[in-house]
T-cell receptor
Framework: NAGVMQNPRHLVRRRGQEARLRCSPMKGHSHVYWYRQLPEEGLKFMVYLQKENIIDESGMPKERFSAEFPKEGPSILRIQQVVRGDSAAYFC?????????FGPGTRLTVT | GENVEQHPSTLSVQEGDSAVIKCTYSDSASNYFPWYKQELGKRPQLIIDIRSNVGEKKDQRIAVTLNKTAKHFSLHITETQPEDSAVYFCAASKGNQGGKLIFGQGTELSVKP
């Protein structure tokens, strides 16, 4: 059973470009969470999704950030018009219901 | 708001000694408390968790205790080994059937051989 997959593992974007991060949950898991980890800091919740539904987006910045988890395919975290402060590791976690298992993360660098 | 405080921020022990990391949470509705281990550049790995209907849980050298009245929980690692060196995060959630995790700030554990 493959674990949570994320791609790309590393992403470099210039200020103003768009970043698209993908997350494929573990087989059988229908819940996906996105977290952001700034250098030398802890993990901060961003958004919680089930298939075709956003359950909790209380941690998402109001502008430029969006997330989806379509009926088919991976969950996508989209950051428009990236700024230097968006540089961080973005982790997704999937869950059957309860425990959350993390993917390897996408390290976004904005130059 | 929801908050989890974790102490200490760094902890250095000799191999074979025990290590204890403590967390307090603010939301009394929290009912699920996992612990994660994160090695440098790697993903957080779930190492143990506890739900609010249990006071203690053990898995080999790792144990977690929960005091709901005081709203704090602790991770205990016995007979530490150099490979235990990592950053450990506690977290709390209101939904033991699903829900966001609120993380502590992390403890960097160093086990010296």
């Amino acid at each position: 059973n493959a674990g949570v997959m994320q791609n790309p593992r590393h992403l470099v974007r210039r200020r103003g470009q768009e970043a698209r991060l993908r997350c494929s949950p573990m087989k059988g898991h229908s819940h996906v969470y996105w977290y952001r980890q700034l250098p030398e800091e802890g993990l901060k919740f961003m958004v919680y999704l089930q298939k075709e539904n956003i359950i909790d987006e209380s941690g998402m910045p109001k502008e430029r950030f969006s997330a989806e988890f379509p009926k088919e395919g991976p969950s996508i975290l989209r950051i428009q018009q990236v700024v230097r402060g968006d540089s961080a590791a973005y982790f997704c976690a999937s869950s059957p219901l309860g425990e959350q298992y993390f993917g390897p993360g996408t390290r976004l660098t904005v130059t | 708001g929801e908050n989890v405080e974790q102490h200490p921020s760094t902890l250095s022990v000799q191999e074979g000694d025990s290590a204890v990391i403590k967390c307090t949470y603010s939301d009394s509705a929290s009912n699920y408390f996992p612990w994660y281990k994160q090695e440098l550049g790697k993903r957080p790995q779930l190492i143990i968790d506890i739900r609010s209907n249990v006071g203690e849980k053990k898995d080999q050298r790792i144990a977690v205790t929960l005091n709901k009245t005081a709203k704090h929980f602790s991770l205990h690692i016995t007979e530490t080994q150099p490979e235990d060196s990592a950053v450990y995060f506690c977290a709390a959630s209101k939904g033991n059937q699903g829900g966001k995790l609120i993380f502590g700030q992390g403890t960097e554990l160093s086990v010296k051989p």
